[in-house]
């Protein structure tokens, strides 16, 4: 059974750091690895895409990486904003009969 | 803009009553998943609807069903109604439930409020 786990739970920064969000998954055959942001009470945006394929992807400030072998992804912000505030959840998709198993999401605020 | 809208946005529904949400999945999307999200949590699966049969389904009681239309939008229904059910239900349409196809793109959600 696929199981995801997201450290930390929780993480505040000032204004212009760099993060690192980190998601962990116990089966390594996955479909593909996403990350979303969630606003408080909205529904999910999608971020980044990595396909089981890929060791990463670049949207702007954000970067991702996917080390299927370790179960292992993280979510590099650069100069964090306080706009970023928000939850962001990892989800994998696999033969799992559904699409995807999602972590339970770090909430991130960026003070400015 | 992501093309998959869920309808109502919000509801507020009396234990023990019915209720139906509804998803229009994006355009040749022919999988369409939904989800429950308690605060604070991460999504829920419920079940996964794939060309309108159902193939996959979370750990939720029967009184949570579902159906997906040739057009391949899809409605939650849930009946028996319990304040445990008070969540943010979510709807997610991909091209397919299989390998690279699998990338979701999800709605704004249904708050419902069960009192």
């Known amino acids: 059974k696929q199981e995801v786990t997201q450290i930390p739970a929780a993480l505040s920064v000032p204004e212009g750091e760099n993060l690192v969000l980190n998601c962990s998954f116990t089966d390594s055959a996955i479909y593909n690895l996403q990350w979303f942001r969630q606003d408080p009470g909205k529904g999910l945006t999608s971020l980044l895409l990595i396909q089981s394929s890929q060791r990463e992807q670049t949207s702007g400030r954000l970067n991702a990486s996917l080390d299927k072998s370790s179960g292992r992804s993280t979510l590099y912000i650069a100069a964090s904003q306080p706009g970023d505030s928000a939850t962001y959840l990892c989800a994998v998709s696999g033969n799992y009969g559904q699409n995807f198993v999602f972590g339970p999401g770090t909430r991130l605020s960026v003070l400015p | ?115």
């Open chain 2, 1 to 115: 803009e992501t093309g998959v809208t869920q309808s109502p946005t919000h509801l507020i529904k009396t234990r023990g009553q019915q209720v139906t949400l509804r998803c229009s999945s994006q355009s040749g999307h022919n999988t369409v998943s939904w989800y429950q999200q308690a605060l604070g949590q991460g999504p829920q699966f419920i079940f996964q609807y794939y060309r309108e049969e159902e193939n996959g389904r979370g750990n939720f009681p029967p009184r949570f069903s579902g159906l997906q239309f040739p057009n391949y939008s899809s409605e939650l229904n849930v009946n028996a109604l319990e304040l445990d059910d008070s969540a943010l239900y979510l709807c997610a349409s991909s091209l397919d439930y299989r390998g690279s196809n699998t990338e979701a793109f999800f709605g704004q959600g249904t708050r419902l409020t069960v009192v």
